[in-house]
């Protein structure tokens, strides 16, 4: 069975700018969540969907939605980049729900200049 | 304000040694608990723990879940320099996870 794959892997963008960051989930897998990692934050929950809806949001500034596809592919964007979003974006499956095993992406390291 | 404290936030010990890694919580709608493993890359998952008292063991790993003290912890029996990484535990209440510090092992030849 193939994991949860993320693209890219690396990004370098400038203030400003915006991302878009994609995320496969394990096939069969119908929950999609995404973190923030940092060095300072630790592991931060942005948000949860299932069946293209999202039912959980983390304390993160409306800069950075999502949305889910009905193939369960998921995508987060993040507006008007700030140097403080430079961070590792984690996307994770699981079944049914984010308390269940879930798989962690490979991540994408997005650096913010 | 729901959270999740690991302790020791770091921790050296010699092959051979034990470590046990403590994780305690504060969130309300408990749901469960899981362990992670981080190294150079993305968490991988360890164990998830829903019921108290109810030991699970994967090898010389272990971990075990109390819901009226609010903790759990994780054993590692045995220590191997490839046990050095960073463990993380979760807590998952109303579809999210809430991720403590982590603790960092360092495991030394």
């Known amino acids: 069975k193939a994991g949860v794959t993320q693209t890219p892997r690396y990004l370098i963008k400038t203030r400003g700018q915006q991302v878009t960051l994609s995320c496969s989930p394990i096939?069969?897998?119908?929950?999609v969540s995404w973190y923030q990692q940092t060095p300072g934050q630790g592991l931060q929950f942005l948000f949860e969907y299932f069946s293209e809806t999202q039912r959980n949001k983390g304390n993160f500034p409306g800069r950075f939605s999502g949305r889910q596809f009905s193939n369960s592919r998921s995508e987060m964007n993040v507006s008007t980049l700030e140097l403080g979003d430079s961070a590792l974006y984690l996307c994770?499956?699981?079944?049914?729900?984010?308390?269940?095993?879930?798989?962690f992406g490979p991540g994408t390291r997005l650096l913010v200049l | 304000e729901d959270k999740v404290v690991q302790s020791p936030l770091s921790l050296v010990v010699h092959e051979g040694d034990t470590v046990t890694l403590n994780c305690s919580y504060e969130v309300t709608n408990f749901r469960s608990l899981l362990w992670y493993k981080q190294e150079k890359k993305a968490p991988t998952f360890l164990f998830m723990l829903t019921s108290s008292g109810i030991e699970k063991k994967s090898g010389r790993l272990s971990s075990i879940l109390d819901k009226k003290e609010l903790f759990s912890i994780l054993n590692i029996t045995a220590t191997q320099t490839g046990d050095s990484a960073v463990y993380l535990c979760a807590v998952e209440y109303g579809n999210k996870l809430v991720f403590g510090a982590g603790t960092i092992l360092r495991v030394k030849s």
């Open positions: 096939s069969g897998h119908r929950s």
């Open positions: 994770a499956s699981s079944r049914d729900r984010a308390g269940e095993t879930q798989y």
